[in-house]
């Protein structure tokens, strides 16, 4: 497993070969990137502002990983989120996961990627030509 909170992410080819290389069973690996829209409510994106409690989010963002983990079987998983300032078409979060047949990789997927952004503490700061707002 691998989880990272920090102003850059790992090369998503590294992740997925660090995943291939976790078992002689995986036979799946699915992969969420998140991306900075340029558009929110009808208004241009000119940036987001990522902060989070880093000590406090790994740790939650690695219980999470975990709990999906045994839930759905997987063999391995990682998740990578970016803090500090991100500009429109840049990758904000990774988040794969290997298991042996596909059902289980795109189920885990889904809701590591839900419950990431529900439960670890990462916050976002949204810069519009409108204004400036928390989300």
């Known amino acids: 497993m691998k989880v990272k909170v920090d102003?850059?992410?790992?090369?998503?080819?590294?992740?997925?070969?660090?995943?291939?290389?976790?078992?002689d069973e995986v036979g799946a690996i699915a992969v969420f990137v998140g991306v900075v829209?340029?558009?929110?409510?009808?208004g241009k994106v000119l940036?987001?502002?990522?902060?989070?409690h880093e000590a406090l989010a790994s740790r939650v963002l690695k219980d999470v990983i975990e709990d999906v983990k045994e839930k759905y079987g997987l063999i391995d998983a990682a998740a990578e989120h970016r803090i500090g300032d991100v500009s429109v078409g840049e990758d904000i979060m990774y988040v794969l996961v290997a298991s042996k047949h596909r059902d289980e990789a795109y189920n885990a997927l889904i809701e590591l990627v839900d419950?990431?952004?529900?439960?670890?503490?990462?916050?976002k700061k949204e810069?519009?030509?409108?204004?400036v707002k928390w989300l």
């Open 7 to 23: 102003r850059e992410l790992d090369p998503l080819p590294t992740l997925i070969e660090h995943l291939k290389h976790s078992s």
């Open 37 to 42: 829209r340029g558009v929110s409510d009808g």
């Open 47 to 52: 940036k987001l502002s990522y902060e989070a």
């Open 115 to 123: 419950r990431i952004k529900r439960e670890v503490p990462i916050w």
């Open 127 to 131: 810069y519009t030509e409108k204004g």
